[in-house]
């Protein structure tokens, strides 16, 4: 039977799922919270490094409050997560908080859109929601 292997987004717990429990709503082996609740997670300078090292792809949005755009675009963010909860997980970065991440990952516009697998960062996509829905349109079909 295949498995994923993902994090609990509460706990950062490792948890290995068969497959076709993905749609049971699975729960923490170790926190018991939902681990597939469709929301994204906050990421910080804590918990992204560990985040980033799982076998899912990752897909991170870099924003602030401030930025328009970047509010217009997160409602669009949270609905792609809460589709693809089972096999894509979501991080939202908030780069006034968490400028030693924005640095690291040399964040100068925003909104910007970063897609990490197995750790390694695939693609980056900067600037509007027009664009964004690009990026969206190729994760929903790898
Ligand atoms: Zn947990």
Same mark, same amino acid.
């Given at each position: 039977?295949? $498995?994923? $292997?993902?994090?609990?987004?509460?706990?950062?717990?490792?948890?290995? *799922?068969?497959?076709?429990?993905? =749609?049971?709503?699975?729960?923490?082996?170790?926190?018991?919270?939902?681990?597939?609740?469709? =929301?994204?997670? /906050?990421?910080?300078?804590?918990?992204?490094?560990?985040? *980033?090292?799982?076998?899912?792809?990752?897909?991170?949005?870099?924003?602030?409050?401030?930025?328009?755009?970047?509010?217009?675009? =997160?409602?669009?963010?949270?609905?792609?997560?809460? /589709?693809?909860?089972?096999?894509?997980?979501?991080?939202?970065?908030?780069? /006034?908080?968490?400028?030693? *991440? =924005?640095?690291?990952?040399?964040?100068?516009?925003?909104?910007?859109?970063?897609?990490?697998?197995?750790?390694?960062?695939?693609? $980056?996509?900067?600037?509007?929601?027009?664009? *964004?829905?690009?990026?969206?349109?190729?994760?929903?079909?790898?």
């Amino acid at each position: 039977m295949s $498995t994923i $292997t993902t994090r609990c987004p509460h706990c950062l717990g490792m948890n290995r *799922l068969p497959v076709d429990r993905i =749609a049971e709503s699975p729960n923490c082996g170790r926190c018991k919270s939902p681990l597939l609740d469709g =929301a994204p997670i /906050e990421g910080t300078s804590d918990n992204f490094s560990t985040l *980033l090292n799982s076998e899912q792809p990752i897909v991170v949005d870099f924003w602030a409050t401030w930025c328009n755009p970047c509010v217009g675009f =997160a409602p669009v963010f949270q609905q792609v997560a809460e /589709e693809r909860q089972g096999d894509v997980r979501f991080i939202k970065i908030d780069t /006034e908080a968490q400028q030693q *991440l =924005a640095a690291q990952f040399q964040i100068r516009s925003i909104p910007t859109i970063m897609v990490f697998k197995g750790g390694q960062r695939i693609d $980056t996509i900067n600037g509007h929601c027009r664009k *964004l829905s690009l990026i969206y349109g190729s994760i929903r079909r790898s």
